[in-house]
């Protein structure tokens, strides 16, 4: 049986593995790597579909959800933002208010102060 895997571990290992590697733990510069790793990865994933090597798809999926827990990781630790977990949470709250119009492929737009 596969085993869960939470947002919060990817974080916290993600945060371990930069340190024991001596990734740069400075705001700019984690920033900047990380923005540009999660286009760069986001790249991989269109480029294996394409490609239609499909067993590479959930690999780069993976890696951008590495970076993008590494933004999050940032946002949190010198921003002081809430939690991925706790934002995710009330995302898919808020997504299962929406409408989906099957004609224009569209989600309405419930009012809500936080999802814009
Ligand atoms: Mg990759």
Redesign the pocket.
Known sequence: MEKNLTIKEIQEWEKSFTKKKHISQKEEEAIKIAIFKLVE?TG?VAKAILEENWDEVP??VS?VIVFACKIANIAEEFHKTDTLTNVMRRKIEYCEKRKYDTKIRKFDKPKSDEFK
């Open positions: 990865e991989e690999a780069e890696d």
